[in-house]
């Protein structure tokens, strides 16, 4: 709820007042059963919402091409009122959230890539069409070839969003899928902890 209170039995109001005021807010009716939402953010131009049923079935995401403060507020209304017509609103689909620790991986290391290994990465910049396949151009023209095994598990990944109860941004999420383990990345000015 708003400035990341706790609102026991919240009304129409107090859900009007978090959509308004706050990026991100969750909705719990009952033990294990929510509604959560996300705003919009510098990469991801909409909302995202998600619910659990209450059952160990798992988190549902809504799927939409675009989704309004409108919407979000409208389905979380519905919910709180227990009018499940929201259900119809989206395609709802189940996000794939391991259970239990996932295995530890091996650690990852790599020597220092000598400047002549270095390659010329600005032409190819500019063809780049998404946000990793530009970092990963910038960080290879720095560093040298990214060594497989560098980045984190799906699994690992989906264990930790389960556990903060979160979703990633997805230009954090796959840099941690592709180098969240390279140290002369992680490691280096801005420290990156693991998920």
């Known amino acids: 709820m708003p400035n990341n209170r706790i609102v026991q039995d919240p009304?129409?109001?107090?859900?009007?007042?978090?959509?308004?005021g706050e990026k991100f807010g969750v909705l719990k009716?009952?033990?294990?059963?929510?509604?959560?939402?996300?705003g919009p953010m510098r990469l991801r131009p909409t909302y995202k919402l998600e619910y659990k049923n209450g059952s160990t079935d798992g988190l549902y995401q809504a799927v939409?091409?675009?989704?309004?403060?409108?919407?979000?507020?409208?389905v979380l209304l519905r919910y709180l009122g227990g009018d499940t017509s929201w259900q119809s609103e989206f395609r709802w689909e189940k996000l794939k959230l391991p259970q239990g620790i996932p295995?530890?991986?091996?650690?990852?290391t790599r020597p220092l890539v000598a400047p002549t290994e270095r390659v010329s990465w600005i032409?190819?910049?500019?063809k780049a069409t998404t946000f990793l396949e530009r970092y990963r151009?910038?960080?290879?023209?720095?560093?040298?070839?990214?060594?497989f095994?560098?980045?984190?598990?799906?699994?690992?990944?989906?264990f930790a969003e389960e556990k903060l109860a979160l979703r990633m941004p997805t230009a954090l999420r796959d840099f941690y899928?592709?180098?969240?383990?390279?140290?002369?990345?992680?490691?280096?000015?801005?420290?990156?902890?693991?998920?």
């Open 64 to 74: 939409a091409d675009h989704i309004t403060k409108e919407q979000i507020l409208s």
């Open 149 to 158: 095994g560098s980045g984190f598990l799906e699994e690992e990944i989906a």
């Open 137 to 147: 151009i910038v960080l290879e023209g720095l560093h040298g070839p990214i060594p």
């Open 29 to 38: 009716v009952a033990p294990n059963q929510f509604m959560q939402y996300s």
């Open 177 to 195: 899928l592709w180098a969240g383990r390279f140290e002369p990345v992680t490691q280096a000015l801005n420290r990156f902890y693991p998920p």
């Open 11 to 20: 009304t129409e109001g107090d859900v009007r007042a978090c959509v308004e």
């Open 123 to 126: 032409p190819s910049l500019a």
């Open 103 to 108: 295995p530890k991986r091996p650690e990852v």
